[in-house]
Structures are given as C-alpha cells and as structure tokens.
C-alpha cells in the first residue's frame, strides 16, 4: 500500500509539473504572437495623442515574474513619466497630431516633481496652439496639478475636482508595545532622524513636526504657484479655507463645485467628452463606439518615434524605489544589480553617466554598493552626473555622493543624512507568559542579539556606536562630496530632510534642472556637442513578462472610450478618493509594523518622504496579514 502511495505521488507530480510547463509554453507562445512584428515607423492615423495615466506615474516600471502572471497578477498598473513626457513634448512638433489628450479616469498617483513635468510638457503643446484635452473622475493632489495645465478640463457628472494641500497623520504605537510588552531597541543618528520616533514615542517630536512643516510648507507653495499660474482663476485659496461652505454651496455635487471654483471647465460623461475631442480631431473611423475619437496611444507613438541613437553612448542608470541589498528590480533599487550594471560599462564605449535617482534611500550596504561602483567609474575618467526626481533623501543622498555635479528640481525632496536601526525584541511578553530565558555565554555578545531575551547593555553599546560609525563615514562623504567640513555637513544633516531650494541654498545641491539639463551637462564635461551623443537608459528593461501581463490587463488599451475597464481602479466621487486613501494609510500603517519586525542592517532611508497623496491598494490578504500580525504581536499565534 506504501508503494502504491508513493507512485501516485510521483505520478501527480508529474502531471502538475508536465501542466505547469505547458502553461508556460503556451503563454510564452501568446506573447510571442502579440509581439510579433516590427514597430510601425509613423502613426497609423491622424488625430489625437491619447495619453492614458492609468496607475501611478513612476520613474522605473517594475518587473514582473511567472507566479505574477500565472495567477492572473501583474505589477500594479503603471506608466514611465520619461515616456509620456517624451510623447506630449513630440506632439507638439508633430503635424499628424492635431490635439493631446490626457485621460486621468484610473490615475492613483504621482511624484510632485513628476507631475510638474508632465504639465510643463503639456504647457509646450498648448504653445504650439494644439488643444489639450483632459478627462477626469475626481481629480485631487497631484492629478489636479497635471489637469491644471489642460487647455479644457472636463469631470465626470458624478464625479469633481478638489484641492486639499499637503499633510498626515501618522501612528505612533509607544504604548501599543508597552501594553504588548515589546521592547523595540533603537539606535538613531540625526535629531531629526524621525523615521523611527513611532517605535519609542506617542507623537510628533517638536523638532519632527517642525523640519515637516517647512518642508510641506515649501513644497505646497510651490504646488500653489504652479496650479495658479496654469489656471490663475483657479479659487485654490477659497477651497482650502472653506472647503464645506463651498461644496455645499455646490449642493454637495463635487463636479458643479468643481466648476464654481475654476478646477474644470465643463461636466460630461466620458462619451460626451470623446465626441468633443472628436469635433477637433475627428472621428474613430475605424470604430463607431460612442465616445471614440480618431487618436494614437502613447505607446503607438513611442513605438514610430524611436528615440536617436547617434553618437557617443550617456549611460544613464536609474535608482528608482527603495534600496535593497540584492538583485531586486527594476522598480526597486537592488543595490548589487545596480552596481553591476555601473560596473559593466565601458568607458571606452560610454562618454559619460547620469545616475537618475527616485529613492528615499534603504540599506547602507546596497547604497554603498552602488557608491563605490560609481566611485571605480569615475576613477577611470567618466564623468558622474546626478539628477534627482522626486525624492532623493538618505541613501538616495549617499549614491549621488560621487557626482561632480548634483541636479535637482525645487521640488525634490533631498538631504534627510542620518541612519537608523531598530531591533524587537520579546522577553517582557514571554515573562508575562511565565516563559524566561536563561543559559550560558562565554561574553557578554555570545548570542546576540537575542529577540526572546533582549539584548544585553554591551550588544546595545555597539549596535549604537556602529550607527554612530556610519553616520560619521555619512557625513564624510557628503563633506569630500560638498566641499565642506563634517561639523558644517553635520549642522544641516542630521536627518533632516529638505526641498530642493532650500538643499541648493546650502549646498547639497548645485543647480537646478531636469533630467535634460543632467545630459546636457554631462555631454560638456565628455566634450560633446549637440548632435554628438545620445542617452541609453541601462537595465531598465522590463522584460516579456511584464509587457504580456500588461498586455493582458490592458488588451481594450486603443479604445479611448475606456470602458473596457470600467470596474477597476477607478475613483469616481469624493466617497470613492476618501476610501482610497483610507486603504493607502491602512497599508502604510501596517508597512510600519512590518519594518519592525523585518530583519535590517543599519538603514539609510527617509520614510518620511514616503507620503504620496494616492498610493495603491492593499494587495489580496492584507486585511488577513493584518489580523495575522496583530496576533502574533499579542502572542497569541505561533510564528513561522
């Protein structure tokens, strides 16, 4: 009978397996099939750009692997800020556009910096007297920034646009632990290094809340200005100081008080919208669907707009999300995979490097990683070049230590120079349990650090003077980097983070500017005219996988009606954008559980700079993986 077992066994695993293989035959098959073909060299038919931001706008798109897409899951909906910007400034030039037209139904997000591209790109097609179309559900934070550069902003009837300013509220679980009887064991550099406050604190510290203030403060004027100046009868002011008088004054409906305070210009549903683009650009000839509209899609243009190649090679190397030790990305930032990349090029071939950084920092061991392989680069003649994005704080500091020269818009969030480390450990709960610890060690860091027992005072000694060390080698590096002492490095560093102006006025960066200006600087330090060299973004390939389990989520992309997906990702009313951010800060909440039980180094990251006005959804099983935390922080479930 055991023999028999142990043969149906094998056969079933054979069977799964030989079912498992099919399957990836068969899907690598379909890609293969959808793939094929060249590109076509011009877009197939005049009309309009239709640029979907479905997701949230990024600066790398993630990879994707076979258990994603087997189990019907891709990455999470996302579009490469690069490409649409590059998309919406050719439309300009473009004769066979004759409008743009930016589609913000499934938007969930976007970097401030980002954001303020895409509109100044927008800005250039307006110039160029071409019509920009924008179609939105409820339009908020940084979408309303996007929107504000449209030329016509429609809002869906039941849907609006609101303006809310920038802030959050934050956890703080000091006496949560305390109850559970967890000690968590901090070990911190930086006075302002607050990323780990909610560990050992039941609010704000005065010098957190006040380095927070100036920087929201700063970046919201900045927001404010932008918006006012795109659309100066925008009533920005008069929504934010009372914002229920005037949406009652509305009759509570979002796209009429929209429309009173000067967020958009006209309510239509989408099919009302379309037919408007359509008495400008023409009508989808090729489908009657109402709401259509005659139109190339984003990646139709990018794909018969290549961009050059001519000319010496300016690598560009993207850090982009949070920095880890390994391999892991794109979309995050591995610092071994990164350094690689660094590592491989070759300076006979490769005239110059721009580090493109979109971090709020990570592991010290993955930053330095990527540093010192920068570092070996720069040693044999190439110029180092930095350019940060959004947010480029902490680690995201520590890799553009090598530039010779620093790039930032002044709306990056930067410096937040410090480090952290945070250990749990359980032996009040346990003893609570009537469960204690006790043995032998032959010195006083024999078995440590132990998460049942604690951690003895010597382990605790050295993890903070280990910290203490990289803080100080920290500031080292930003002083040799700057041109300044530590002592003057470490009066404006410790932990603090800062808007790009105010970094440029004290010298954590050189000069404002994109990415753009980044190359062309570049380009002069290796010698090069215009015309002369080209970019080359390095390992920032997405792969098949990712580009089929977007296929397959988007296969009704080219309908600009839209309605294919009508039941997904979609906010359509104030009620709709209120249960999106409560799920974001639910995530967010348990992030920060998590990064307390999670095994770390010393870490050099800013999780302040992690709050965007929209974030994703809680994955399956969050609510499950919430409960299940919670349980075994109670001690009530066994861990494993």
């Keep these: 009978m055991g023999f028999a077992k ?13 079912v498992l293989l099919f399957m990836l035959l068969f899907f690598g098959a379909l890609y293969a099939a959808l793939s094929a073909g060249p590109a076509p060299k011009a877009p197939t038919r005049e009309g309009a750009l239709l640029v979907k931001l479905d997701g949230r706008v990024v600066e790398e798109l993630p990879k994707a692997d076979w258990q994603q897409v087997l189990s019907g899951r891709g990455p999470d909906a996302q579009v490469r800020e690069r490409d649409v910007v590059r998309a919406i400034t050719g439309a300009a030039g473009d004769d066979k556009i004759k409008a743009v037209v930016v589609d913000l139904s499934r938007f969930r997000g976007a970097g401030f910096v980002h954001a303020q591209d895409i509109g100044a790109a927008m800005d250039k097609v307006r110039a160029a007297k071409k019509p920009v179309f924008v179609f939105g559900r409820m339009i908020s934070g940084n979408g309303m920034l996007i929107a504000a550069h449209g030329s016509e902003v429609w809002v869906d009837p039941l849907g609006g646009a609101v303006v809310e300013g920038f802030g959050r509220q934050q956890l703080y679980f000091a006496s949560l632990l305390e109850k559970l009887k967890i000690t968590a064991h901090v070990f911190r ?38 918006v006012l100046k795109a659309r100066p009868k925008a009533q920005v002011d008069k929504v934010l100081s009372d914002p229920v008088g005037w949406y009652k ?21 989408r099919a009302e919208f379309g037919a408007a683009v359509a008495r400008v650009v023409g009508e989808d000839k090729h489908d009657k669907l109402a709401g259509n509209f005659a139109h190339v899609s984003l990646d139709g243009w990018l794909n018969a707009n290549p961009m050059a190649a001519k000319g010496r090679t300016i690598a560009v190397v993207t850090v982009a999300g949070e920095i880890g030790d390994g391999k892991e990305g794109p979309g995050t930032a591995g610092g071994a995979r990164i350094a690689r990349l660094i590592d491989k090029i070759d300076a006979d071939e490769v005239a110059a490097i721009v580090l493109r950084v979109d971090s709020p920092g990570g592991s010290v061991n993955g930053s330095e990683d990527i540093r010192a392989a920068l570092v070996r680069q720069k040693a044999k003649g190439l110029p180092v070049v930095v350019s940060m994005a959004n947010v480029a704080a902490s680690g995201g500091f520590w890799v553009s230590t090598p530039a010779t020269r620093i790039f930032a818009q002044p709306g990056t969030i930067t410096g937040s120079i410090g480090v952290f480390a945070v250990l749990p450990s359980f032996e009040k709960a346990l003893a609570s349990w009537g469960v204690k610890g006790d043995g032998v060690r032959t010195s006083p860091i024999a078995g440590q650090p132990d998460v049942w027992t604690g951690l003895t005072p010597e382990t605790e000694a050295m993890l903070q003077a280990g910290t203490e060390s990289v803080y100080g080698r920290f500031l080292g590096l930003v002083s ?5 002492t530590p002592q003057e490095i470490d009066r404006i560093a410790q ?26 600087y570049a380009a002069q330090a290796a010698k090069l005219k215009q015309g002369e060299w080209h970019a080359e973004w390095l390992g920032t390939g997405t792969g098949a996988l990712a580009k089929f389990a977007a296929a397959m989520r988007d296969s009704g992309e080219d309908d600009a009606d839209g309605d294919e997906d009508e039941d997904e990702g979609r906010v359509g009313d104030w009620a709709g954008l209120v249960a999106a951010r409560e799920q974001a800060q639910a995530s967010s909440a348990l992030d920060q559980i998590g990064r307390l039980m999670q095994a770390r180094g010393v870490q050099a990251v800013c999780l302040e700079c992690l ?16 409960v299940l935390r919670l349980a075994l922080w109670a001690g009530v479930a066994p861990q494993g």
């Design 6 to 18: 142990m043969v149906w066994r094998l056969l079933v695993g054979i069977k799964d397996a030989l």
């Design 189 to 226: 550099v930086g006075t302002f290094k607050d990323a780990v406050e909610p560990y050992f604190r039941d609010s704000m510290s005065e010098e957190s809340r006040q380095a927070r203030k100036a920087l929201y403060d700063a970046v919201w004027d900045q927001w404010r200005a932008d």
């Design 249 to 269: 004054a509305a009759g509570g409906d979002g796209a009429k008080a929209a429309l009173a305070a000067g967020l958009a210009d006209k309510v239509g549903t």
């Design 480 to 484: 040799a980097s700057r041109g300044k």
């Design 495 to 520: 932990g603090r983070v800062w808007d790009g102006g105010t970094a440029r006025q004290l010298g954590l960066v050189d000069q404002f500017g994109g990415l753009d200006d980044a190359l062309a």
């Design 611 to 626: 709050a965007p006005q929209a974030a994703p959804a809680p994955k399956q099983g969050f609510w499950q993986g919430l």
